[in-house]
């Protein structure tokens, strides 16, 4: 093993420009990076600002589905998009770096370099909730009791390194943590919103369009049940002229127009119900901005890149169920789905296939392991089954077909392993080894992904599986989510350029079988529980990539998921009355940074009108 040999030393400090590593005493300061550089501490606002950006104007968006609760961070209840802008963190991130806080809630904090179980969070004395109230350390204690004690399982596994919340004095509040293994859960602990501990006496459970107390930039503004709901900027927000928001938080109102679909969300764009639109379907892209406004100059369409992974989103088997146990299944169903042709046919070729959990990032493991990932892989390898061992060893490359729509050859491919699982045919029906029928249901809600889908379910079909989709309601989406009640559904892995901690909660064992977490792939692996571990202590940015190199290829030769597509870039449509800076975060839009042109708005109102 690497630095398992090794005894603890300081061979791992929160940076802070820089830090002598033979400190003794605890350090207090005001910015945090977890194996990265805090590059801003000392600037006046972050690069990607325009500190003179005017105020105004609406910022409106599309959202699906629909809504009956204010509060997301309970198990119940389906959340109104938008949220976030009620609250303020302890800290808040940066966009340009992997790891780093700043501060917002809290003015500073204080953690011993050399013993990392505990760290203070030092609340601004300016801190105000909307009420006019002090924001202090009760408040904070409250929150996070609320949200370990009661909030969904996903993120209580996520902070499970927190032992305790002690309150200092008013002002400051102190995590102890159960051990110094994991170096994040420092940092993590700042990103939570907190609320007005009155607020969550009463409130936390209750499913309500009313939102618990905050102190963010926004308050809730109208909401029409189940169609839209708008965020008003507070004029007497505390927080506006701290670093991290100068320049941010422009708009007076930010509006979510709530649709069932996304052809209707489109056409809602067309007409100006809302003005700014992540594209996310390629034929859209591709030839569906030619309508007047387009024509008329009043639209702009940007690609916005991003050095962050792109998020995974893949069709999950679900391995609570017997039939896809055997990983030979798995493989058969990845080899089954057809994306050159999907590509081709359905996207305009747009698309890239994601060949890895970390696509398109440093993070991404590439070629065949490196001679430091084999020594983490060696003591592993006789934990996996012959075919994970296998596939973990070589470069890892996706079936590909001819893009002709037939996948002759993936489908040949398919239907050899599935025989060498012991399944068998009858009347060109396909029959597991226990002589039950191979039925697959695949489970979703909306329309967007029907078109993924029913090509997909034509193949399994044509390999004898019983595949059907189920189109449900919101609600019942969530909560066979939830509860794991499917066979496969499509899910998407968002991933930051600092993986750690969170990893437990999307492939755990532990999280498996817990009711409401992410592993909704019932992923229960000795290797991958190893190797999460040992990325959640990295002492080094070396080892961060290391660790999640091995992690990545763990995953993929698992087969426990098939990967559909993905891009790089993001595409951005939105009426030509919204700018933002030259310099843009290297690893994310930033709309919170953008503002409106109130000239340029004037001009497309006067359109609209027409």
């Keep these: 093993m690497l630095k398992k040999a090794l005894p603890k030393t300081v061979l791992f400090a929160l940076i802070i420009g820089w830090l002598p590593i033979a400190m003794a005493a605890p350090v207090t300061t005001t910015a945090l990076g977890h194996n990265s550089p805090t590059e801003y501490a000392d600037a006046p606002y972050m690069p990607y600002a325009n500190p003179n950006a005017p105020k105004g104007g609406t910022l409106s968006l599309d959202a699906r589905g629909t809504f009956n609760a204010a509060n997301k961070w309970m198990t119940t209840g389906v959340a109104m998009v938008g949220t976030d802008y009620l609250y ?19 003015s500073k904090v204080t953690y011993d370099p050399e013993d990392t179980s505990w760290i203070i969070y030092h609340i601004n004395p300016a801190a105000r909730f909307w009420d006019g109230t002090e924001v202090t350390s009760a408040d904070v204690k409250a929150t996070y009791d609320a949200i370990l004690n009661k909030g969904p399982m996903y993120i209580r596994s996520y902070l499970g390194d927190i032992k305790d919340i002690q309150i200092v004095d008013k002002r400051r509040v ?19 919103p907190v609320f007005a501990k009155s607020s969550i006496d009463t409130d936390f459970e209750k499913i309500s369009l009313t939102p618990l107390m905050g102190s963010g930039p926004y308050k809730l503004g109208r909401v029409d049940a ?15 002229d701290l670093m991290v928001n100068r320049g941010r938080y422009n708009f007076d109102r930010i509006k979510f127009v709530y649709y069932q679909s996304d052809e209707i969300a489109f056409e809602g764009f067309k007409s100006g119900q809302y003005r700014f639109r992540p594209e996310n379907k390629a034929s859209n892209w591709a030839t569906g901005y030619r309508f007047p406004a387009v024509k008329a100059g009043l639209i702009k369409k940007e690609t916005i890149s991003s ?27 990845s080899a089954a789905y057809d ?4 590509n081709k046919t359905l996207f305009h070729g747009h698309y890239e296939r994601l060949q890895s959990f970390f696509h398109g990032s440093e993070l991404a493991a590439t070629g065949t392991p490196s001679h430091t990932e084999m020594q983490v892989l060696s003591p592993l390898l006789s934990k996996l089954e012959p075919i994970q061992r ?29 025989l060498d699982a012991g399944f068998y045919y009858d009347d060109m029906q396909l029959y597991q080894p226990n002589g039950k029928r191979a039925r697959i249901e695949m489970l979703m809600t909306g ?100 660790y999640t190199h091995v992690l990545d290829r763990l995953l993929r030769a698992g087969h426990y998921m098939v990967p559909l597509y993905g891009k790089s870039s993001t595409n951005v449509a939105y009426w030509n009355q919204y700018r933002h800076n030259g310099t843009l975060p290297t690893n994310a839009v930033g709309i919170d940074y953008w503002w409106v042109d109130k000239a340029a708005e004037a001009r497309v109102n006067n359109y609209l009108k027409k």
Excluded at 98 to 104: H, V
Excluded at 226 to 240: E, K, L, Q, T
Excluded at 517 to 542: F, H, M, P, Y
Aim: proline share 4%; glycine share 8%; charged share 25%.
């Design 88 to 106: 303020d963190t302890l800290m808040t991130g940066s966009l340009d770096e992997a790891f780093t806080m700043y501060p917002q809630l809290a």
């Design 447 to 546: 329309e967007a992904m029907g078109r993924v889908l029913l090509p997909y379910i034509r193949n399994l079909k044509r390999l004898g599986f019983d595949a059907t989709l189920r189109q449900v309601d919101g609600p019942q989406y969530y909560e066979r989510m939830r509860r794991f009640d499917y066979d496969m559904v499509v899910d998407v892995f968002a991933q930051s350029l600092s993986p750690g901690a969170e990893q437990v909660g999307f492939w755990g064992s532990s999280a498996a079988d817990e009711t409401g977490n992410r592993n909704t792939a019932g992923i229960k692996n000795a290797a991958i529980d190893e190797v999460i571990e040992q990325l959640g202590d990295a002492e080094s940015r070396d080892e961060i990539v290391l």
């Design 226 to 240: 189940g169609r839209s709901v708008s965020y008003v900027r507070d004029p007497n927000y505390w927080g506006r």
């Design 339 to 342: 994306f050159e042709w999907m």
């Design 390 to 418: 296998r596939a973990v060893l070589t470069e890892w490359q996706l079936p590909t077909s001819d893009g002709s729509g037939f996948n002759r050859e993936g489908l040949l491919k398919a239907r050899a392993l599935l």
């Design 307 to 333: 050095q962050n992974p792109v998020p995974m989103q893949a069709l999950v088997m679900n391995l609570r169920r017997p039939i896809f146990q055997d990983i030979r299944v798995r493989q058969a169903l």
């Design 174 to 192: 102190k995590f102890v943590f159960t051990s110094d293994d994991n170096k994040e859960i420092l940092l993590t602990v700042g990103q939570f």
